[in-house]
């Protein structure tokens, strides 16, 4: 099969790979029938050292399960099944507590000597506790949402269920990219009153107010900072969702947070530390970290397959997989939000 690896920053391919096989009797093969590029592949993208064997890429997808093994009770060969950026066990405390992230025998496909998605087939250990079979055509409109629920429209939900957001509230995103435009989908969901989004990009700010922000903040900074005060009566937003990763989303949220609110953390953290006193002395929770992606499927699931929810919008462009290098490119050089790319 072709499967895409990196080999190094920039140097991204798609080669020839092993098929995958059946190695337990609770694995299931998938043929992938949409993945997709995430913000954070852009990271190993911008920094990865070279490497002689490569790094498969990719941990969302929807596919079609193609074979399963003897114990796989809950899917068959010829389901549409959603993919979960991380495998659990599904038994582990953990896993009983929905905490499937940190599952006790926990991969992250693309990662961990894990097989990437981005690629024409893979192999799923766990499948009961993994896969998600969904009564839809592999070719339907629905299906670019239903990837989403691999990673970007979960973590987006993550980011609000951790931000605490509540019906009435007010709610910043910090960060215009997929996720933070799912955590405005999430935000509305939940019933914010406001959600004021920081970003820099028109065509992305304005799906977020089709999405549901009532705000933009195209500023960075202080002047960021002191515009979300203005917008909230002075007082910063009860929730804020940090979306990007980076040092200055971070010192920002924590700024934009009013006293006694809370941030949430799902950006891929580039960064040493939080700021530690004016967490404190603001009375901040902190919350976020890695989505446990397979309870939010079942949460986020049923407003997908209703159209209450479209996060598939946050896709711009769809590319073969056998050009994922343009894919790759197109991203990292903000010319596409979010790349689907087409096995």
């Known amino acids: 099969m072709r499967a895409t690896y990196m080999y190094g920053a920039g140097d991204v391919r798609l080669v020839d790979a092993p098929d995958p096989v059946i190695e337990q009797p609770t694995d299931a093969l998938i043929r992938v029938v949409r993945t997709c590029v995430c913000g954070s592949d852009l990271w190993t993208f911008a920094d ?30 010829g389901d549409l099944v959603i993919m979960p950026m991380f495998t659990a066990d599904g038994s582990c405390s953990f896993c009983c507590e929905g905490l499937t992230s940190a599952c006790r025998h926990v991969g992250f496909f ?26 839809a055509a592999p070719d339907d409109a629905i299906v670019p949402s239903l990837l989403t629920l691999s990673d970007v429209m979960a973590t987006g939900h ?39 989004v920081l970003g820099h990009h028109d065509d992305r700010t304005n799906l977020a107010r089709e999405f549901g922000a009532t705000d933009v903040v195209s500023v960075d900074g202080e002047e960021a900072v002191e515009q979300v005060r203005l917008l909230t009566g002075g007082t910063g937003a009860h929730s804020v969702l940090e979306c990007v990763g980076t040092e200055a989303a971070t010192a920002t949220a924590v700024e934009i947070a009013r006293p006694g609110g809370a941030v949430s953390r799902v950006g891929v ?6 700021p530690a006193f004016p967490t404190w002395v603001k009375n901040i929770r902190v919350a976020g970290g890695p989505t446990p992606v397979r309870p939010y499927i079942d949460t986020l699931l049923r407003d997908v397959l209703d159209g209450t929810i479209q996060p598939g919008r946050v896709f711009d462009r769809t590319i073969e997989l056998a050009k994922v290098a343009d894919a790759y490119q197109a991203m990292a050089r903000r010319e596409a939000l979010k790349v689907l790319l087409n096995p």
């Open 48 to 77: 990865m050292e070279p490497s002689e064997q490569g790094q498969a890429m990719g941990h969302e997808a929807v596919g079609i399960v193609e074979d399963a093994g003897k114990d796989v009770a809950t899917v068959k060969t």
């Open 158 to 196: 993550h980011a609000a269920i951790g931000a605490e957001v509540k019906r009435g509230g007010k709610v910043a995103v910090v960060g215009d990219g997929a996720v933070g435009l799912c955590g405005v989908i999430a935000a509305r969901r939940l019933g914010a009153e406001q959600i004021i």
């Open 269 to 274: 953290p580039h960064y040493a530390g939080i």
């Open 110 to 135: 693309g990662r961990m000597g894990f097989p990437g998605a981005q690629a024409e087939a893979i192999r799923v250990p766990h499948a009961d506790a993994n896969l998600v079979r969904v009564d």
